[in-house]
């Protein structure tokens, strides 16, 4: 057992899982950690491959190991819980604030040293290690809660471990990008009603990342200004797309939203990573995190489902353009009805939007906190 003290107060303890996997305790109180994985031992799946799509020029990892992953099990058989006598899970103790563990059946998994990136890949490129890293990141041990219910500090110490993470990953060098995002509810393929995110550290630049990076460096060289700015200079003078702001954080819908209800978060100050965040704005994440999340469920009464995706600058690259900031987007587009991705969407990539950003801002808005 190992431990490190981090920003706020916050104590990460790592153990090791009965497969070798760690799982690191991020906690505020002092905890002891000790127990030990009492599961029988199992092996590892072996690392997938990456093949390029060619038409696209864009690598589709191929994971058939996942096929047998848990999916939606009931809550008596909650992976994600912590571990109590007759019900050993993913998680040793016997409870937890935040924990981040490296996921049992991953889609990316640490190279051989042999392992080389294609720089340019091409039709006649061939499938490559799926090189990476898959993290499980565990909100909370609270079967029942949701990201908005969190407490201020429980939110702080979640937003220290995907710091702590980002950190870490970032010294792979293998890895090009690092992605947090969390999926919440059925309708966005969540196979763990659990509160929990992901991490992922990809080998290459996810295709929305390199095509954020190429617009980006086109703005900078035409306007010479960083592209996140502009766009929040431009929702603080419009006003009408904001939801909530403070001094450090600024939520809006965007000006060309994709979905029903679609928010972003960004700094005021602009910061490439999670990395570059400061303590003050770290401070400020919470009480605007959770104010965004309530409205979001609050527009009709029910838990939106949502993806919530946290977008930074890639690790070797782009440091100078690319921004941090978070989407939430929801596909609810009213009670009982969802917004389908279909033809002109999945197809060939082009939104179509039925309801004003400016509607649903003002939605969003008008909810009583």
Same mark, same amino acid.
């Given at each position: ?19 070798? @996997?760690?799982?690191?305790?991020? /906690? ?12 029988s031992?199992?092996e ?9 799509d ?15 992953r ?10 994600l ?36 990136a294609?720089d340019?890949?091409d ?32 939110? @702080?110490?979640?937003?220290?471990a ?8 970032s010294?792979?060098s ?18 763990l ?13 996810p295709?929305?990342?390199? @095509?954020?990076?190429e ?14 700015e502009d ?6 003078s &419009? ?6 702001e ?23 100050? @602009? ?17 605007i ?7 979001? /469920? ?25 921004s941090?900031?978070?989407q ?21 990539g ?8 400016e ?6 808005? &008008?909810?009583?906190?």
């Amino acid at each position: 057992m190992s431990s490190k003290k981090l920003p706020a107060g916050i104590i990460r303890s790592d153990a090791r899982l009965m497969d070798g @996997r760690t799982i690191r305790y991020y /906690d505020t109180k002092g905890q002891t950690r000790t127990a030990v994985d009492q599961r029988s031992s199992e092996e590892q799946p072996s690392i997938g491959e990456m093949r390029l799509d060619p038409l696209n020029n864009e690598w589709v990892v191929i994971a058939a190991h996942r096929q047998g992953r848990v999916f939606l099990p009931p809550k008596e058989l909650n992976p994600l819980a912590p571990s109590k006598p007759g019900s050993l899970t993913e998680i040793p103790e016997s409870d937890y604030e935040v924990v981040v563990f490296d996921n049992r059946s991953p889609s990316l998994a640490a190279p051989t040293s042999s392992f080389k990136a294609i720089d340019d890949p091409d039709f006649s490129s061939p499938a490559i290690a799926s090189a990476g890293k898959c993290e499980v990141i565990c909100f909370t041990s609270d079967y029942e809660s949701s990201f908005k219910d969190l407490s201020h500090l429980q939110i @702080r110490t979640v937003l220290e471990a995907w710091r702590d993470r980002i950190a870490e990953l970032s010294e792979l060098s293998y890895i090009e990008y690092i992605a947090a995002f969390e999926n919440r509810g059925e309708e966005v393929g969540v196979t763990l009603n659990h509160p929990h995110g992901q991490i992922y550290a990809y080998s290459y630049l996810p295709p929305k990342t390199q @095509r954020m990076l190429e617009v980006a460096t086109a703005h900078k060289k035409k306007s010479g200004n960083i592209l996140l700015e502009d766009i929040l200079a431009r929702e603080l003078s &419009d006003k009408v797309r904001i939801v909530a702001e403070n001094e450090h954080w600024v939520a809006y819908v965007p000006y060309a939203s994709r979905y029903p209800f679609e928010i972003h978060l960004a700094p005021r100050r @602009r910061v490439p990573d999670f990395l570059a965040l400061e303590e003050a704005a770290s401070d400020a994440f919470a009480p605007i995190a959770k104010e965004v999340l309530i409205r979001l /469920d609050g527009v009709f009464g029910v838990k939106m489902p949502y993806i919530a995706s946290w977008h930074q600058a890639p690790v070797r690259t782009g440091r100078d353009l690319l921004s941090l900031h978070w989407q939430i987007a929801s596909v609810r587009r009213a009670p009982g009805k969802l917004k389908y991705l279909a033809g002109s969407e999945s197809a060939f990539g082009a939104f179509m939007m039925d309801l004003k950003p400016e509607q649903s801002a003002a939605q969003l808005r &008008d909810v009583a906190l």
